[in-house]
């Protein structure tokens, strides 16, 4: 079995197992995406060495799961410190009509990104290599955005001052997290009280692998207000 077919079995699998269901041409562009990335992995650290084995279940599923949070009326998203694009790509497979910027200063992922954009035909996301709290960033996309994700290790509280001169009259952040969140969440309030209008944290529990989140994923959302 070549690695896109094992690719396509482990996402049909995971998708169906969570009732979730794409249309099989995204499925199929997102197990193309997971061969590029392990792929280019070899020349650039994209993600750990030891977990390309483990790519479908820790890095494309848990970027498709996020897209469940994703409000049907959001129109443009950021992703702030997108690695080797997740979850900006799959976010951009999966949900066509959004539009995406996705974010890194480090050049060399930044070039990968958009190599994969280009072969994976995606029209709605591109791939920029700068600092989102740049002075030359915050111009060229000031109140451009409604949705913001990151799968970085940055702080929440950063997140938002990040989001704040980037997000539109209203926003949100969808942040993947693991471990225990709350003292970040609760640092965040205090500084931001006025500016987040509620704050939720997702348990990311999925079959067959996580049905009771023993691996600690979480999600944190963050509604916002200018």
């Keep these: 079995m070549d690695l896109i077919e094992q690719y396509l079995r482990e996402l ?3 998708f169906w197992e969570n009732n979730i269901s794409p249309d099989i041409s995204q499925i199929e562009r997102l197990a193309n995406y ?3 990335v392990v792929q280019k992995n070899e020349a650039i650290n994209l993600i750990s060495r030891k977990d390309t084995e483990h790519i479908i279940e820790n890095h494309l599923f848990m970027s498709a799961l996020v897209t469940n949070f994703i409000s049907e009326k959001a129109m443009r998203y950021l992703d702030i410190g997108t690695g080797g694009g ?47 709290e740049s002075p030359e960033f915050i111009e060229t996309y000031k109140e451009s955005f409604d949705l913001f994700v990151s799968r970085a290790t940055v702080p929440v509280i950063v997140l938002i001052r990040y989001a704040l001169p980037l997000m539109k009259e209203k926003a949100k952040i969808l942040a993947l997290k693991g471990g225990d969140v709350d003292e970040e969440i609760r640092t965040a309030e205090t500084k931001y009280k006025s500016k987040i209008k509620k704050a939720t944290v997702v348990d990311l529990k999925y079959k067959p692998y996580n049905t009771r989140n023993e691996k600690d994923k979480k999600l944190i959302i963050l509604e916002l207000m200018r």
């Design 86 to 132: 997740f979850p900006g790509i799959p976010i951009a497979i999966l949900r066509p009509l959004l539009r995406g910027v996705l974010a890194d200063s480090t050049g060399k992922k930044i070039d990968a990104v958009s190599e994969f954009i280009r072969k994976l035909k995606l029209s709605n996301v591109k791939a920029v290599n700068d600092r989102v």
């Design 12 to 14: 049909k699998s995971l």
């Design 34 to 36: 997971a061969q590029l």
